[in-house]
């Protein structure tokens, strides 16, 4: 008879306690079944985890490949290596190689002033014989480069934090005042 009175009293809705005993502390049946939201949250953060990595490993935000622009003048070629999507706070490098073919009197190299809008400048390897920053320049004198010679100039800076930018310039490869020839630059400066 006791038995007959428990069934009754117990509604039918309810699971026994044994059953519940399987499962850990705070989570119940409702936990066992999927929803069907979940299963695009999964796929949300598989696509949103996959394009992160994507992201990083082609170098779209930076961190990618150098970039190597060339160009020629009258008795010379230069090269420039530089990073043309560079992280603000990072620090970055930009080489710039001259080889002569002809004597250069006196081998000058200068950037466009908005190129190096909010960036330290913190190494120029070699120094300058001497340097100026006028007429929306920054102008840096080596001397006489000879025939044969190869000049490479190493510079290093770090961007200064800010919102994202695009900085564009040029840099001039100069005997004394006379242009040899000019490299336009483009740099976009993310967060």
Sequence with gaps: MRGAIASETMPSDQSSPASHAALPFAIGPQHLHEGSRSRWRNLAVAVLFGGSIAAALTGVLGGGA??????SGAGMAAQLVYDPIVRSGNWYETLVTVRASATVKDLTIAFDQPLWSRMSIDTVAP????AEALDGEYTYHFGEVKAGEIFRL???GQIQPGLPRRQEGAIH????K???TSIPIKLTVLP
């Design 66 to 71: 150098s970039h190597v622009e060339t160009a």
């Design 127 to 130: 120094d300058a014989e001497s």
């Design 154 to 156: 190493k510079l290093d």
């Design 173 to 176: 490869v100069r005997d004394d």
């Design 178 to 180: 006379r242009e040899l």
